[in-house]
């Protein structure tokens, strides 16, 4: 509860706007504006080309594959703006079962409302101003939509609330989430760190920090590597800071470490930097057995994903969550050091993005999710499967391009991989999320003259110092 806290009352800490501030935001929004609706007729054409292709083609697609009265379940995942729980929606829809999508009343415009595979959409109060409201709300859909099983699809607060929410949720439906101890103790980077190396498995070195004077005084002449300082409560913007200690200079390190909002309410995590490969994964889990994994290539903000073998992170997984016996979806950062060894970075005890390299293999991710069946292996990647992007995301990497070798790779990264939203047979999200869903986000900005840090059309939002 401690760390729920601590996030809310660090957002509630708002500094002045200045004037030139209110005008750097309206130019960035109009700007962003401006260059959606130039896009806006390219994605109305592909959108309405496919449409009346499916259309036209319908009588001679292949039958979706059914389930039987008696299996259909009405299912029901949140988090509708991101397109993790669209991919889970496709997935389940796929399956043939009816799929309830819902968010929070902020993202009312989810563009993933429009998809052929959500039945109906619900809206629901923020679950960290009121946690009874919201499980309440969440209880009310479940009654009224007769919901045979609930998958949270969250963000990093409302992780820990949906988990809190479980006990009451499971009078009426299966909650497919980890409890609330567990997720605290998983989402406290350095709790986690410490419970893995109970288990036997290998993490970095790491200290808890709730004061500067921790990092401050602390000796670095007898460490081999540098040290990276991560905030413990999710951090939207700080995150993606992988500055190095010490610094250069002593005089630097202070300057630093003293910006930085550490306190006994919100501590952070000092962890030894492994040089290396770092990964992503994204495990689902039914009582402590890995039943769906992926392993990626992972980046400082990742809109990338194509799946890797990696045996001896999906064994490390494995023994972690075995040991645990928990059911529900976990996500894991890795680092691959230069003499072959892993180390687990943290753990995210919610949905990873890289659930989407399993577009091609729907309803076999469904069945991952909802079989009790005993497993030997858990469900992978097909290794030919086309690695994901965001189209708007790489159209915005253009202006970072430099040279023809990078304009190549380019070229050849988006003709090898697909997008992770649009979808032939389900192609209205990938115009609504860009042109209504960001579109009515840049609006509501610009009439507040407000800005924001960059656009995330992964999780359908824009990301903003304190925001969610």
């Known amino acids: 509860m401690a760390q729920s806290i601590s996030v809310s009352s660090s957002q509630s800490v708002t500094p002045p706007i200045s004037v030139g501030m209110r005008f750097a935001a309206l130019c960035q929004n109009l700007a962003t504006l401006t260059l959606l609706l130039l896009a806006l007729p390219i994605n109305a054409t592909i959108v309405v080309i496919s449409q009346l292709l499916n259309i036209l083609t319908f009588p001679f697609q292949k039958k979706q594959t059914t389930v039987t009265a008696a299996e259909k379940k009405n ?52 679950p960290e101003k009121d946690s009874q409201v919201y499980t309440q709300a ?25 988990a809190l929410a479980k006990p009451a949720l499971s009078e009426y439906c299966e909650v497919f989430h980890i409890d609330a101890p567990t997720c605290e103790m998983l989402d406290d980077k350095f709790a986690f ?39 413990i409560p999710y951090d939207s913007v700080r995150r993606l ?14 300057a630093f470490v003293r910006s930085l909002p ?21 495990s689902t889990v039914r009582d402590g057995v890995l039943r769906l994994h992926c392993c990626c290539e992972s980046s400082a903000f990742q809109v990338n994903y194509e799946n890797v073998e990696n045996p001896k992170i999906r064994e490390w997984v494995r023994h972690f969550v075995k040991e645990l016996e928990v059911t529900g979806q976990l996500s894991f950062d890795f ?74 790779n380019w070229i050849k990264n988006m003709w090898r991989g697909t997008d992770a939203i649009y979808k032939f047979d389900d192609a209205l999200p990938f115009l609504m999320v860009h042109h209504w869903q960001i579109t009515l986000l840049l609006l509501k900005n610009l009439f507040k003259l407000k800005g924001w840090t960059r656009i995330d059309f992964n999780i359908g939002k824009l990301v903003e110092l304190g925001g969610d």
């Open 75 to 126: 299912i029901l995942i949140s988090g509708g703006k991101m397109t993790k729980a669209l991919q889970l929606a496709r997935f389940f829809h796929a399956a043939g079962h009816r799929v309830v999508l819902t968010e929070t009343h902020k993202y009312w415009l989810s563009g993933h409302r429009f998809s052929r595979a959500v039945n109906k959409f619900y809206t629901t109060p923020v």
């Open 138 to 162: 969440i209880i009310d859909i479940v009654k009224r939509e007769n919901i045979d099983i609930y998958i949270p699809v969250t963000s990093p607060i409302a992780s820990y609330y949906d």
């Open 193 to 231: 760190s410490e419970k893995a190396r109970s288990f036997g498995l290998s993490v970095p070195k790491s200290f808890k920090i709730t004061t500067p004077e921790q990092v401050l005084n602390f000796d670095f002449s007898g460490e081999t590597r540098k040290y990276i300082i991560k905030s």
């Open 241 to 254: 800071d992988l500055t190095k200690l010490p610094c250069e200079t002593t005089e630097e390190t202070e």
């Open 262 to 282: 550490i306190s006994p309410q919100k501590p952070w995590i000092m962890q030894e930097f492994i040089p290396g490969k770092e990964y992503c994964t994204h």
């Open 335 to 408: 680092i691959e050091a230069e003499d072959g060894k892993i180390y687990a970075i943290e753990c995210n005890p919610r949905t990873h993005s890289a659930i989407t390299i399993f577009h091609d293999r729907l309803q076999q991710a469904a069945n991952a999710y909802l079989s009790k069946e005993p497993i030997t292996e858990p469900l992978q990647a097909l290794p030919n499967s086309k690695p994901t992007y965001w189209t708007y995301h790489e159209v915005w990497r253009l202006n970072e391009i430099r040279s023809f070798s990078q304009l190549r």
